[in-house]
């Protein structure tokens, strides 16, 4: 309604003054899309400004469908990418290098355009591509036949020239490679890609220029073997229980790391992993030199997948509660209990029991979350942001808990930030803003001895029960 009558208003205009308005505004609207300049600076601010979104936490509500080098067709419901300014543009951006995150978008659309890239640099994009694809997400290409094209074109149709060096209208509008449908495939395989279908082409261009249409998806390929059994087993990642290969790489480097820590400690001990879930870190405490190792899980499907995947002569999994451990009193040199504390309601209960099978002096080695990173702004007695957890500690707390039943050797921690964010004076201005401020991606999966001047998102406590404290 708005651009109805501005058109109107500027008709009625350009009547009395005889000015050309229309003329001039169409001209400088062209001028806006059209600008080097322009289109230099929002390919540089745009993507930046996709990647502050996923800084400050905002996530898109719907999975990402993405049309690259969208030119002047827009496309509902996608993200419609173009390396300059069209009416058609949501996005700014050179395609070869997209501003998204690894697994966030499940579809790319693209039509007439890698034709346009150079020769070599096909493959790099193809991965970038890949790279932000989740898995069994799908890619759509689309290109001239050039095979045929030439054909056409040796036959005397000198329109096919457009099809092989591209219609030259603006910058970038050239043809620097051609493809057969052969040579399209072997890249995509090459790449990653599988499942690969030959489709009838469905652009525009197909009317003029003989096209082709390749669909295909992100290969799981890279699951590992142990994650195939876990689809056996029905055991998917739900964001708590990790799996080798089937989960993210951050998580998985940050339990990976604590295990491996774990392992120094255990040398020659009979070692208990209580919750071990599927069980790759009792294995490390195992490889570690645990003279023993036995793992413990409430779940049935875990403790089978473990029993399948990593038993060993001297390594066993076994279902069972931390609130009830059916073992004798005493009986463990070293206990590791990793991300479990805050999924028990009974806190109290569980530490007991724990500390119950361990030996007079033997060691405790805990994990948790520290909730002023995971649950910022809430206090012990709120529920925690994370749905499986029943009670969250801050740093302070969880080591307060822990000295009143045993003595603490050392404190680790992963994922630190910077403990001016959590000053008195800016905690409050900063705990409504706090969940999008903190990236748990930053800082590093090792642990670190924790330093006064550091929140860690992971604490890790390093125990030696108390001999007298705890005989029976």
């Given at each position: 309604m708005i651009k109805e009558l501005a058109k109107k208003t500027i008709n009625i205009l350009d009547n009395h003054l005889k000015a050309d308005l229309h003329g001039k505004a169409v001209k400088l609207e062209g001028a806006y899309y059209d600008s080097g300049f322009l289109n230099r600076l929002r390919r540089n601010i745009n993507p930046a400004l996709v990647k502050w979104r996923y800084k400050l936490g905002i996530r898109d509500k719907n999975p990402l469908r993405l049309q690259l080098g969208c030119g002047s067709r827009h496309f509902e419901g996608y993200i419609n990418i173009d390396w300059r300014k069209t009416r058609a543009t949501d996005?700014?951006?050179?395609?070869?290098?997209?501003?998204?995150?690894?697994?966030?978008?499940?579809l790319i659309e693209?039509?007439?355009?890698?034709?346009?890239?150079?020769?070599?640099?096909?493959?790099?994009?193809?991965?970038?591509?890949?790279r932000i694809l989740v898995e069994g997400g799908k890619l759509i290409i689309e290109c001239p036949d050039f095979d045929e094209i030439v054909k056409r074109y040796l036959e005397g149709d000198e329109r096919q020239l457009d099809g092989i060096f591209g219609l030259q209208r603006f910058e970038g509008d050239y043809h620097l490679f051609g493809y057969n449908t052969a040579r399209l495939t072997r890249v995509l395989k090459e790449c990653g890609f599988?499942?690969?279908?030959?489709?009838?082409?469905?652009?525009?261009?197909?009317?003029?220029?003989?096209?082709?249409?390749?669909?295909?998806?992100?290969?799981?390929?890279?699951?590992?073997?142990?994650?195939r059994i876990a689809n056996n087993y029905n055991l998917r990642f739900t964001g708590e229980r990790v799996i080798e290969g089937d989960t993210p790489q951050r998580i998985w480097l940050d339990h990976v790391a604590r295990y491996q820590c774990a392992s120094r400690y255990v040398k020659g001990k009979a070692v208990l992993d209580i919750a071990c879930g599927t069980g790759y870190g009792s294995k490390i405490l195992y490889e570690g030199g645990g003279s023993t190792v036995l793992g413990i899980d409430i779940s049935n499907k875990a403790i089978d997948f473990a029993l399948s995947t990593y038993k060993d002569e001297r390594l066993d999994f076994t279902a069972g509660d931390i609130l009830n451990i059916r073992f004798p009193d005493n009986?463990?040199?070293?206990?590791?209990?990793?991300?479990?504390?805050e999924h028990v309601k009974d806190?109290?209960?569980?530490?007991?029991?724990?500390?119950?099978?361990?030996?007079p002096d033997g060691l405790l080695i805990i994990s948790s979350p520290n909730r002023r990173l995971t649950s910022p702004g809430k206090s012990l007695r709120e529920p925690p942001d994370n749905l499986y957890h029943m009670i969250e500690y801050s740093t302070k707390e969880f080591i307060s808990a822990l000295r009143d039943n045993v003595e603490i050797l050392e404190v680790y921690g992963q994922r630190p930030k910077n403990k001016l964010f959590f000053s008195p004076i800016l905690e409050k201005v900063l705990r409504l803003l706090l969940p999008g401020l903190y990236n748990p991606e930053a800082g590093g999966a090792k642990l670190e001895r924790v330093s006064l001047?550091?929140?860690?998102?992971?604490?890790?406590?390093?125990?030696?029960?108390?001999?007298?404290?705890?005989?029976?």
């Open positions: 996005l700014v951006c050179d395609i070869r290098k997209l501003p998204y995150r690894d697994n966030s978008v499940e693209t039509y007439h355009v890698i034709e346009h890239l150079p020769r070599h640099d096909l493959p790099k994009t193809l991965k970038e591509w890949y599988t499942n690969l279908e030959k489709k009838d082409a469905q652009d525009g261009h197909a009317k003029e220029w003989s096209c082709i249409r390749v669909e295909c998806i992100k290969d799981e390929k890279d699951i590992s073997s142990s994650s009986y463990f040199d070293a206990i590791v209990c990793f991300e479990t504390i806190q109290e209960r569980a530490l007991s029991e724990l500390l119950r099978v361990l030996k001047l550091k929140e860690y998102r992971y604490i890790t406590a390093v125990c030696r029960k108390l001999g007298a404290k705890w005989d029976h």
